[in-house]
């Protein structure tokens, strides 16, 4: 079992930023503004022959009973309970100030080993604010610079002396290669959860983890970094991903929200699901079609999920009209499937699972070549390529070269020439025929090589 590590301390002192230089990763995001951070975040961390699991947490604070900053804190303690040892953080260039003196109390009484760390400590005025912490009673400060790499070497002999001698195992890669559909089968499946500000992506997420680990809000804008965590449904495991809100770009003035929107972008490109959730009562908004459209062009699969099903008026059909909807303003992932849900509520939350994995199995999906070259004839039969300036397309073949998403490439003459309205064909017909719904196509087109090419003309 990995041995467990809690990054605490006030806020602004560095966390996040040493909690990205262990894990190699800039995952959590960092600014100068105080609070960036809201929810705990886990990650691998690895330093020289150590490899343990780390935990960014929010900067301990006060707040008043049931507000966003006590909610927080809460999850900071929640945090200090799972690890094994923290390490208390403070800032060396402010020196120790009343709240550093006062959480460092709270340090002690959680009663684990604690690594003291001055970061910031570059420079005189580091020096003397890395002294200065010797009054915390928690042993010699560890002075680093997270930002740039100085005194890991310290912090190396220090985490070394608290952990348990462990033995290295090859972690499994994590990434977009095409695989067997029964190693797909086997392998977490890589879930983000996106959508506009506020719609219940958060909600969703603590209903499917049975306790309230997301910070949940009224108020918009709540998530700020994508927190992954690791679920479990049925015997099949997940890794899920909650991202922040995404508004239009018109409206993003905040660095820090242009931050969040990034770290959300990143997660779609990470994810191998996307589900785009919907407000019920304002659902295919242009912001859901525009964050459809790239969903589609990153080639993740997808899957609708309509949320806040239990606030809106029950109708006859209902399901049935979401479909149609679905299918008109999304068609370049027509079919994909759709879900009703309540994240609050826990209505539907087994029919979008099933979705998630069913959405999963086709993006991974092979086709039989032979059956592939069948329907591509019959196609062209059909509907045979337009001729451009007098001269007739001529498609030779296609075969499949990849899954994740299937991809496909066609063998013809004048690539060039060949209209994106007979490409869409192929794709539609490719979707409805070989069982294809809602997830990305990809058709790249090659021309055959001339073998009279080579071959001068006779002068005349």
Known sequence: MSFTIAIIGRPNVGKSTLFNRLVGQ??????DEPGVTRDRREGRARLYDLDFTIIDTAGLDEGAKGSLTARMQEQTETAIALADALMFVIDARVGLTPTD????????????????????????HGELGAMESYALGLGDPVQISAEHGEGMGDLHEALS??????????????DDEDISEEEAAQRPIR?????????????????????????TSPEAGTTRDSIAVEITWQGRALRVFDTAGLRRRSRIEEKLEKLSVADALRAVRFAEVVVMMMDAQNKFEEQDLRIADLVEREGRAIVLAVNKWDLIERKPNQISQLRIDADHWLPQVKGAPIVAVSGLMGEGIDRLMTAIQEAYAVWNRR???SALNRWFE????????????GRRLKLNYI?????????????CSRADAIPQSYLRYLINGLRETFDLP??????????????FAHKRKRPS
């Open 367 to 369: 086709l039989p070549t």
């Open 399 to 411: 075969t499949q070269v990849k899954a994740r998403p299937p991809s496909f490439v066609l063998f």
């Open 26 to 31: 800039k995952l959590a995001l960092v600014d």
């Open 191 to 215: 879930v983000a959860i996106v959508g506009r500000p506020n719609a219940g992506k958060s909600t969703l997420i603590n209903h499917l983890l049975g306790e309230e680990r997301l910070l």
């Open 101 to 124: 003196r006062a959480f460092a109390d709270f340090a002690r009484k959680a009663n684990k080993p604690v690594v003291l760390v001055a970061n910031k400590a570059e420079g005189k």
């Open 161 to 174: 002396a608290l952990m348990p001698e462990t033995s290295e195992e090859d972690d499994e890669a994590e």
């Open 378 to 389: 019959q196609a062209i039969q059909a509907n045979p390529p337009p001729a451009v300036s």
């Open 438 to 451: 809602g997830t990305p196509i990809r058709i790249t087109l090659r021309e055959k090589a001339n073998p």
